[in-house]
Structure formats: structure tokens, C-alpha cells
């Protein structure tokens, strides 16, 4: 998840995630990681000077190890100036580097895995370069995506009114598992 909100307060992306996961079976093992209380590192660029890339320590060795252990990576992040919280961004950025570790098969392992996003905001065409950023991450490492629920957000609890977005939670992954 990649809101700012305050700590403890849930947002209506969230919100929205968890109306969704609750569709999912009961046996389903969920991972919920809230990016804004990680610590994880500014991502530095040395696909040209260094090459290779070390393993990463603390937050970001835990970040990348959820991330090699899941099936289904699900992107929970509200749409801020047109594209993705900073903390997500971030995290899409040490991909990069991920893909750049002696001996871990980074990419060929995200192949494996599907792709989906969910996001709020005031309105669909304000998502819409965040949806396409998704959709390029999937295609770049040939994961299959999954699709995108969006949600009017805006003020707290304006999704729960946005009754498009309910139907459609209740749904979402049923789709993608038929």
C-alpha cells in the first residue's frame, strides 16, 4: 500500500484493496505492506558506472523477498499528481536494481507472477497515466496483468458511495482466477 495518510487511518484505497481481498477464499494468503513505514533506501542509479547491484539490507531485502515470495503483486495506491505515491515510485525504482543482482532471476521470476492495481481518485482520467505506468511494468517484465479497480476517492469514505467501484471489488479477482 502506498498512501501517506496518517498512521492508523485508513484511506479510501485501502479501503477499496480490502473490500476486494475479502471476495478472495478464505485460505488465500494475503501480505499486506504498507510502504510508508518502511525505511527503505533512495534508490541510486548505477546501471552504468557499477553494473551489478549488492543485496539489499533491512527494509529493502524484506521488501524484495515479499516481493520474489508472492504469487499476485496487487499495487494499492491512491493516484497523487497523476501517477504514484512517492514511496511506490520508489519501490518500482530498486526493480531496477533487483533486476541487476548476481544470481537472482529477478525478471524471470516476475514473469511468473500477475500484476494488478488499485487506486482512487476524483476522477478515472486523472488515473489513467498511472494505469498505463502499471500496464508498462507488467508488459516490461512480461507478467501478466491483471487488471485495475478505481474507485472515486477524494474525501474520506468517498468511495464506499461510489457503488460502480463496490460491484466491481466484489469481483475483481474472481475475474482474474476464472
Known amino acids: 500500500m502506498a498512501s501517506n495518510r496518517e498512521p492508523g487511518q485508513i484511506g479510501n484505497t485501502e479501503w477499496l484493496a480490502r473490500r476486494a481481498a475479502a471476495s478472495l477464499p478464505a485460505d488465500s494468503q494475503q501480505t499486506w505492506k504498507r510502504l510508508a513505514g518502511l525505511q527503505l533506501p533512495e ?3 548505477q546501471r552504468h558506472t557499477v553494473g551489478s547491484y549488492p543485496w539489499p539490507q533491512g527494509a529493502a531485502r ?13 499495487l494499492v495506491a491512491p493516484v497523487y499528481w497523476f501517477s504514484f505515491p512517492s514511496t511506490l515510485k520508489t519501490y518500482l525504482d530498486h526493480w531496477s536494481a533487483w533486476m541487476r543482482i ?3 532471476p529477478f525478471k524471470e521470476e516476475m514473469a511468473k507472477k500477475r500484476l494488478y492495481l488499485i487506486t482512487t481518485s476524483g476522477d478515472r ?3 489513467q ?3 498505463d ?8 517484465l512480461a507478467m501478466e496483468f491483471g487488471g ?3 474507485g ?3 474525501p474520506p469514505d468517498a468511495v464506499q458511495s461510489d457503488l460502480t467501484a463496490l460491484a466491481s471489488a466484489e469481483m475483481f479477482f474472481k475475474r482474474a482466477a476464472a
Open 148 to 150: 485495475t479497480l478505481w
Open 62 to 74: 524484506d521488501l524484495l523477498d515479499a516481493t520474489m515470495a508472492c504469487t499476485d503483486l496487487v
Open 125 to 127: 482520467a486523472k488515473a
Open 152 to 154: 472515486k476517492g477524494g
Open 129 to 131: 497515466p498511472m494505469i
Open 133 to 140: 505506468s502499471t500496464q508498462l511494468c507488467a508488459r516490461f
Open 102 to 104: 548476481e544470481g537472482l
Open 43 to 45: 534508490f541510486v542509479d
